[in-house]
């Protein structure tokens, strides 16, 4: 196998859609992500995603952020107000994970703390198995541990939500109810269509711990990255913090720059189903694989100018390039929660208090109402257990809400 690596802009945006290169980056994490849309290819991948988009559409997602994300924000934020402090990961994980759960179909039937973090541990597992190719630490280890995580969220979260489902949806095929009383979300998706797309058991199972890991893990470190460049840009401006305060519209803007500046996965990797040509003088074989440098691409000056590397909220792009580069991705595996993360990219003709700012920039939006600002005593850590540049521990304090 040779392995090939790109980093150009245009180059890996050609690769991303061309349908003879299949995902290849979670194949050391197949002990959760085998079979999971992610890495399919192909009329397989076509079918499920087909299928699971009824779930994932912009007015749901509008529906979930004006409606539903508020009420979970403010009872998660609670707690760290009282205490006046936070870790920004935890936090991230915690506000993140309950409305993932909702997308993937998980009830949690107690509502206790200790329910919540008894999820929270197992999802925080499952991150670590989705990204085993980039873990530092002993890698059959950490498969095992994600094995056993796997049986304890099947016993404790998975079957009391199946059967829940199964019986709403029986009443439906009785008549018994509407379509429109069944739960909106992907295990209800799943299970009532198990049977055309050829589903197992341990493929639901997977299915829905990867939506639950992927939406908190990719939300969590995106937010954190964002306060993180956010609060450097501000350094005590008071013009500049009241800018970010009472100008929602600049504030999604900032976030979509922190997006470029720190994709989620600063790679991707792609596997050729047959012989591909990349650029004028790379020729791909079948058991080649493919690099795809997303933190370069982004930070392409051809495309995101001089000062590239820099954060900087007020960059001028041509129309048609997105704010947040690669980050998002492109094509057949484009990110389904896109919208649910990053929004919808305003234009002049946008209405601010209608608006879908997407759940990172309300996340960040509350904690600087809330004066929060970094712990002096705690500095931010990175994460050591993984090669991606994420943050480990972020302390946070809070002051008076402004």
């Known amino acids: 196998m040779t392995q090939f690596k790109i980093s150009d802009y245009e180059t890996i945006k050609n ?13 050391e994490g197949k002990v959760i992500m085998d079979g999971v849309l992610l890495t399919l290819h192909g009329e397989e991948h076509h079918k499920r995603r087909k299928l699971e988009h009824k779930v994932f559409q912009r007015d749901y997602f509008k529906y979930y952020e004006q409606e539903l994300f508020p ?18 990961i935890d936090f991230g994980y915690r506000i ?29 597992k499952f991150s670590e198995g989705a990204t085993l190719v980039h873990s530092k630490r002993d890698k059959s280890i950490v ?38 009383q069944l739960p909106r979300d992907v295990l209800t998706v799943l299970l009532m269509n ?51 305060k009472n100008d929602p519209i600049f504030l999604q803007k900032c976030v979509h720059e922190s997006m470029r500046l720190h994709p989620a996965s600063p790679v991707a990797w792609r596997k050729p189903t047959c012989p591909v040509k990349i650029e004028k003088s790379t020729h791909l074989k079948e058991d080649d694989l493919l690099v795809m440098d997303l933190y370069t691409a982004n930070r392409d000056v051809g495309i995101f100018g001089e000062d590239a590397n820099s954060f900087n909220p007020d960059r001028k792009l041509k129309s048609h390039q997105n ?50 600002q970094r712990d002096p005593k705690n500095k931010p850590e990175r994460d050591i257990k993984t090669e991606r540049p994420n943050w480990g521990k972020y302390p946070v304090i809070f002051g008076e809400k402004k």
């Open 15 to 27: 690769a991303m859609v061309n349908r003879d290169l299949k995902q290849a980056l979670y194949d």
């Open 71 to 88: 009420k979970t924000l403010d009872e998660t934020i609670e707690p760290f107000i009282k205490s006046k402090k936070a870790d920004l």
């Open 96 to 124: 993140t994970m309950n409305l993932t759960a909702d997308f993937a179909g998980i009830d949690r039937t107690k509502k206790t703390p200790s329910e919540t973090n008894k999820l929270l541990t197992l999802v925080k």
């Open 143 to 180: 498969e095992k541990e994600v094995l056993d995580a796997l049986d304890i969220f099947e016993i404790d979260f998975l079957k009391p939500s199946i059967e829940k489902r199964l019986k709403l949806i029986s009443a439906y095929n009785n008549d018994e109810i509407e379509k429109d």
């Open 194 to 244: 198990e049977d055309n797309i050829n589903l197992d058991d341990d493929i639901i199972k997977k299915e829905i711990a990867f939506y639950l890991q992927a939406g908190s893990h990719s939300t969590a470190n995106s937010m954190t990255h964002a306060f993180h460049e956010i609060s450097n840009w501000i350094n005590d401006d008071k013009q500049k913090f009241n800018k970010i």
């Open 323 to 372: 704010l947040w580069g690669l980050t998002f991705g492109i094509g057949l595996h484009m990110c389904f929660g896109r919208d649910l993360d990053g929004g919808v990219s305003p234009n002049r003709e946008t209405d601010p208090s209608k608006h879908q700012y997407g759940v990172v920039t309300l996340l960040i939006k509350k904690l600087f109402e809330h004066n929060v």
